[in-house]
């Protein structure tokens, strides 16, 4: 596989008033039965993306399905409950006379106290019948944890590709209200003590006794206050060769700085990371971050194919754009032929606090993304 053969090289990506223009122009078009999927949680951005598409127009079912999820009795995000409601108030609001709300529970933890969640949330949509009457699917990050989004999307990719074999053109859409200074104030609180792959990368064949010979690299997409998990996932993974990714360009010039500055000490004297490994992408663009991914694993994959190839360890630490990119190449590398061992190394939370200290943030901006249906057609 080459860079020229990548599947999201030509890619729909809008953000601002080209949201808005984009999604009048599209609603438009001809009667659209669209379902939105969204998580129930305190952010306040939660509803800002259904609110603005909404206003927009168009004919046709605009119904959503509520995704809630519960993180333990110790959770610091119970002290968010107001918010909360005041979220799923706002949503029926929106929606009344619209269309219907469906609630579906995610199950975070098994009976024995294990996480499950990455599990629950994929097993929750077993089949594309349930999408039939739609003939979009818009599903919403802003209020979703990364260890539910990933493999949320990556079943939602899953169902639609088959659907597409069969010849049928569902669109699966996601967007965000994006704002990297909100991001850097939720704050995870009670890390787990290990990281783990998650569920549906690869997590069992980046760990089988098969493939042990094989070189591993890691590359964790940069975000601030994340050493802790930087460290569980490094002791998880055990690289051979360690490659960041840093955002640049980024909301603010020296964001790609700072972090270096915080990780200094972890990246450079104890992990001995090589400076020319770093790898830069832009902070507001997934299909940068997956396209340099993209040409990192398969130069590590050519030039180790003597070897056998390699292993990849992606991990997500940044914002959900920049998680959206590796998504796509955790994704994409998992299911072409040949296939490349890529897994996502992640260590979950028991909840997140806001930290009031960071400085008021810039109204946040919309962002859409297609990823799958009518305009990608041959």
């Known amino acids: 596989m080459t ?34 999927v969204l998580g129930h949680g305190f952010d306040s951005r939660m509803c800002d993306g259904i609110e603005q598409i909404l206003s927009l127009g168009g004919q046709g079912a605009r119904d959503v399905t509520l995704l809630a999820f519960q993180e333990g009795a110790e959770s610091a995000s119970h002290a968010r409950v107001d918010q909360r409601k005041a979220n799923g108030d706002r949503l029926a609001e929106l929606v009344r006379g619209r269309g219907q709300i469906g609630h579906r529970d995610i199950t975070m933890f098994s009976e024995e106290g294990r996480r499950i969640s990455a599990r629950s949330i994929a097993k929750e949509f077993a089949s594309s019948a349930e999408f039939r009457s739609y003939t979009d699917v818009v599903v919403d990050i802003s209020a979703l944890p990364r260890g539910l989004y990933l493999p949320l999307l990556a079943k939602f990719l899953a169902l639609f590709d088959v659907e597409q074999e069969d010849g049928e053109k569902r669109n699966l859409h996601v967007i965000v209200s994006h704002s990297p200074t909100s991001d850097n104030a939720i704050v995870d ?37 994340q050493q802790a998990q930087l460290e569980r996932i490094h002791t998880l993974v055990m690289p051979d060769e360690i490659c960041p990714l840093l955002p640049s360009p980024a909301q603010d010039p020296r964001e790609g700085d700072s972090i270096m500055i915080e990780y200094r000490k972890l990246l450079f004297d104890q992990l001995r990371v090589e400076p020319r490994n770093i790898i ?76 009031e200290s960071v400085g008021p943030a810039p109204l946040p901006t919309l962002f859409t993304m297609w990823l799958s249906g009518e305009c990608y057609a041959a």
């Not at 890619?11 to 939105?36: C, I, P, T």
């Not at 914002?319 to 299911?335: D, H, N, Q, T």
Request: proline share 3%; charged share 25%; net charge positive.
């Open 280 to 355: 830069y992408a832009a902070e507001s663009n997934p299909f940068e971050v997956y396209r340099q991914l993209m040409r990192s694993i398969l130069h590590y994959d050519r030039a180790l194919k003597p070897l056998g190839g390699c292993k990849v360890a992606l991990s997500a630490m940044s914002s959900k754009l920049a998680s959206i990119g590796v998504l796509l190449a955790a994704y994409e590398l998992g299911r072409r032929d040949p296939k490349v061992l890529v897994g996502v190394a992640h260590v979950e939370s028991q909840g997140y606090h806001v930290d």
């Open 3 to 36: 860079t020229d053969s990548l599947r999201w090289r030509d890619y729909f990506l809008r953000e601002g008033r080209h949201f808005n223009e984009f999604w009048q122009m599209f609603l438009a078009e001809r009667k659209r039965n669209v379902l939105f």
């Open 189 to 225: 609180e009670g890390l787990e003590e290990s990281a783990n792959y998650l569920f549906g990368f690869a997590a069992a064949a980046l760990e089988s006794e098969s493939t042990s010979s094989q070189p591993k690299i890691w590359i964790p997409v940069l975000g601030k206050r």
